[in-house]
């Protein structure tokens, strides 16, 4: 499989709308509170969140982001284009410290930085 620099997009969208999803839906989350501990508190919890137009998009944006993999998987081998799924990690947590003002720890940051340098060692080799 020869791929041309255009076909990167396909795994760089799947990367990109998942990110989009995973803040969207935590964001949403978020607004609505903690889990409730009643059982149909917890039932309407959810039917409210089923029901909210931005957690349609992120279900909108999952299945975009299965397209596009799939798409992928004609252009790359799995073992060459699963580990660009990584840049997800620093993404979000990027993303999760400037919109949720979450922490960024210096743990973190290392924990993300290796998983880059696997990253990184699994494609170059």
């Known amino acids: 499989m020869r791929a041309q620099l255009a076909d990167y997009l396909y795994p ?7 990110v989009y999803g995973q803040i969207i839906v935590k964001w949403r989350v978020s607004l609505q509170g903690g889990m409730p501990v009643v ?9 409210h969140l089923l029901l909210d137009l931005y957690v349609w998009t ?3 944006g999952a299945f975009f982001a299965a397209v596009s993999w799939m798409i992928a998987m004609t252009k790359f081998e799995l073992s060459f284009a699963y ?5 997800s ?3 979000v ?3 999760s410290a400037l919109f949720f003002r979450e ?4 743990s973190k940051a290392i924990g993300v930085a290796l998983i880059v340098l696997g990253t990184v060692v699994i494609g170059w080799f």
């Open 93 to 95: 947590l990027l993303l």
């Open 12 to 18: 760089l969208l799947t990367v990109l709308l998942t």
């Open 103 to 106: 922490p960024l720890t210096s």
């Open 39 to 47: 059982m149909g508190e917890k039932v309407r919890f959810v039917g």
């Open 83 to 87: 580990p660009f799924m990584s840049l």
């Open 89 to 91: 990690f620093v993404l």
């Open 58 to 60: 992120a279900f909108l």
